[in-house]
């Protein structure tokens, strides 16, 4: 008798043992298929969180650079900024490209950390080797004519294209730039992800996309040829707070603003 209850033990302790492991590996399969979504929606938050610093960052510093400077159109641009491309697809600098952006820059700055400053054409800094839009179209071609300013935060303003000539009016566009909220450095480099577009107006920094017909064509994966896409995200990320464009196609400002919600 005392042999069959030893067995009996031994039995259980064997299917007890069975259905533990048996656990774990539903727990495990459970964790590999919900950790990387709860890990991706943690990082677009944060990225959320950067882009509506970046932008009451940038509103700051310009309304300190008007008050110390003056109205746009006095700070001394030259003509328009203008670029070429020549017949191998590089992009050649006309106009007063670059030392437009130099000056937007110098009177922009002093209320930013700047820590390093790589501006058009210089060639003893640090350049990415790509860029990409949202559907992901390289910009390798553009590299060379932007800007690129480190800020102590890690981010990395992008560019300074200076439209002064069509700024006379309280909502014409002056110029535009973009940021790279975790750094050049780091990837994905990508307009929508990581790079956000923001227009200089008089008086105002505003973010791309605000326009429903902007973000429509502007902020879509499925706009494969639009060279311009990831450009109208900005304004949706800092309303929103969400980057679920990166997940459904189907978004709109009159409707949709969540991939969760209902048509």
């Known amino acids: 008798m005392r042999n069959f209850f030893t067995r009996r033990q031994k039995y259980t302790h064997a299917f007890t043992l069975a259905e ?13 298929l919900t950790i990387p979504t709860v890990v991706m929606k943690y ?41 070429e491309e020549d017949d191998d697809g590089n992009t050649i600098l ?19 950390n700047i820590i390093e400053k790589c501006m058009p054409e210089q060639t003893n800094c640090y350049r990415p080797d790509d860029l990409y ?11 060379n004519k932007y800007a690129f300013l480190t800020l102590n935060n890690g981010m990395t303003l992008i560019g300074g294209w200076v439209n002064n000539i069509s700024c006379q009016k309280k909502n014409d566009v002056c110029a535009d730039f973009s940021i790279d909220v975790n ?57 929103n707070e969400n980057m679920d464009y990166l997940h459904c196609d189907d978004l709109s400002w ?6 969760s919600d209902k048509n």
């Open 20 to 32: 533990t492991l048996i656990t774990l590996v539903i727990i495990g399969i459970v964790a590999a």
């Open 183 to 239: 750094g050049i450095q780091n990837a994905p480099n990508s307009v929508g992800q990581d790079i956000f577009y923001f227009y200089v107006y008089p008086d105002r920094i505003e973010p791309l996309g605000k326009d429903p017909d902007y973000f429509l064509n502007n902020c879509n994966r499925t706009k494969l040829s639009n060279t311009q896409n990831g450009y109208g995200c900005t304004a949706w990320v800092i309303q």
């Open 94 to 112: 006309t106009g007063s490209t670059i030392p437009n952006t130099q000056l937007f820059w110098e009177k922009l700055t002093p209320s930013l």
């Open 254 to 259: 009159e409707g949709k603003h969540k991939c």
């Open 43 to 83: 990082k677009e938050k944060v990225t959320v969180t950067k882009v509506k610093k970046a932008y009451s960052m940038l509103n700051s510093a310009y309304k300190m650079a008007l008050v110390n400077n003056g109205e746009f159109n006095t700070w001394g641009f030259g003509e328009e900024s203008t670029f």
């Open 133 to 143: 839009n949202l559907n992901g179209k390289s910009r390798k071609g553009e590299i």
